[in-house]
């Protein structure tokens, strides 16, 4: 069974940082895609970055590069999310996901709460 876990998130100011960590756990996933999203109050659910876990490529939505890395740990079967210069518009509910052999993201922790105060 797989299971991610988020952890991680809390309150910070704006032009704080903040590290999730995502533990994955219950298959390999060195063959698939590892992802951050994100959802606001109101809005739907944001694609943040994403990494392939075999050949560490990355992609990130607009606002958020030069500022988020995501990254991963083979060992501890880990990714993060590693979140500089937070600004008010980041606050979400952060989510990790997993790819399935069809390669869609089908996996999903249970989210983590990350609000910056302006």
């Known amino acids: 069974q797989v299971q991610l876990v988020e952890s991680g998130g809390g309150l910070v100011e704006a032009g704080d940082s903040l590290r999730l960590s995502c533990a994955a756990s219950?298959?390999?996933?060195?063959?698939?895609?590892m992802g951050w999203f994100r959802q606001a109050p109101g809005k739907e659910r944001d694609i943040v970055a994403t990494?392939?876990?075999?050949?560490?490529?990355?992609y990130y939505l607009d606002s958020v590069k030069g500022r988020f890395t995501i990254s991963r740990d083979n060992a501890k079967n880990t990714v993060y999310l590693q979140m500089n210069n937070l600004k008010p518009e980041d606050t979400a509910v952060y989510y990790c996901?997993?790819?399935?052999?069809?390669?869609?993201?089908?996996?999903w922790g249970q989210g983590t709460q990350v609000t910056v105060s302006s």
């Open positions: 990494i392939n876990w075999r050949s560490g490529s990355t």
């Open positions: 996901a997993a790819t399935g052999t069809l390669g869609s993201f089908i996996y």
């Open positions: 219950g298959r390999t996933f060195r063959d698939y895609r």
